[in-house]
């Protein structure tokens, strides 16, 4: 195993940060790798903000849901989907400038941010480094994208903690591999890997929670995913100019 897969396959997400800050080298170091992370077309429709100012971080924990952690680590960055770049690129070169009529739009900035995301972590996990994603960023869209006094064409999509662990989490065990790897077509019969998974899953959290958690995989997913979770994603989509429905 080398160094980056092993990086990888110990990652683990940090919810308790010590109160250091971390080195101007090393968020250097964390931005110059998401920003050679391959893109569509070449377009980069990502940005980063990078979130140090406490009273901001404090302000921004609460717009995530009260999370602590947002404020407790040194440095929050915000990964946009960003079509403002390419936005000015229109009007440089004169051309009609059509993003916000193309669902696809949502797409392409969704899956650059989440492999921006995906390399600031594996980045900042090879510098010793803790971090956790923060999707609780869209819960309240329209106040972030105030606070952060976005241009159109902008949306924050996740946030970041990264900072210096106060502790350790452990590792999350996954779903079965036959569960979300398929050869040649698609295997339906899933229900017997997640069965497995609800009797590994549910030990994993007695354990982690000392018997104070309890429940299975299926039962957590299924009551997620049976209400909406976050109101005012049109409304931002609208404001920013992209895709929404009419
Ligand atoms: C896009 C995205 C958004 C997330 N949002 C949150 C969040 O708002 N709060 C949180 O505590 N964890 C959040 N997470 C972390 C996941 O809960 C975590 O990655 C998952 O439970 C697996 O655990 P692990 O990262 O420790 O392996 C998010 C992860 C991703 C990829």
């Not at 669902?103 to 480094?129: K, M, P, Q, R």
């Not at 869209?138 to 970041?160: C, F, K, M, W």
């Not at 779903?175 to 994993?204: C, D, F, R, S």
């Not at 299924?222 to 979770?229: E, L, N, Q, R, V």
Request: with cysteine; charged share 20%.
């Amino acid at each position: 195993m080398n160094d980056v897969i092993r990086t990888l396959q110990n990652h683990r997400s940090c919810r308790s940060y010590l109160p250091k800050a971390i080195e101007e080298s090393e968020l250097e170091q964390i931005i110059q790798s998401v920003q050679m992370a391959p893109n569509w077309i070449n377009g980069q429709q990502v940005s980063v903000i990078a979130i140090k100012d406490t009273e901001r971080k404090k302000r921004l924990a609460i717009l995530c849901g009260n999370q602590k952690y947002v404020e407790e680590a040194p440095v929050f960055l915000i990964f946009c989907l960003d079509f403002y770049r390419t936005y000015l690129a229109s009007q440089m070169e004169n051309t009609p400038f059509v993003v916000s009529e193309n669902i696809d739009t949502l797409l392409v900035g969704a899956t650059d941010v989440g492999i921006a995301l995906g390399t600031a972590v594996t980045a900042a996990e090879s510098l010793g480094l803790g971090t956790v994603p923060i999707g609780g960023i869209r819960r309240h869209l329209n106040e972030v994208i105030t606070e952060l006094d976005l241009p159109p064409y902008v949306l924050p999509v996740s946030g970041l903690c990264v900072g210096h662990p106060a502790e350790d989490a452990g590792l999350k065990p996954r779903l079965p591999k036959e569960a979300v790897y398929h050869e040649e077509t698609y295997q339906h019969n899933l229900k017997p890997a997640l069965e497995n998974y609800n009797t590994t899953y549910q030990a994993y959290l007695e354990e982690r929670s000392s018997g104070r958690q309890s429940g299975t995989w299926t039962k957590a997913v299924a009551s997620f995913y049976s209400k909406h979770y976050y109101d005012g994603i049109e409304e931002a989509l609208k404001k920013q100019q992209l895709p929404h429905r009419k």
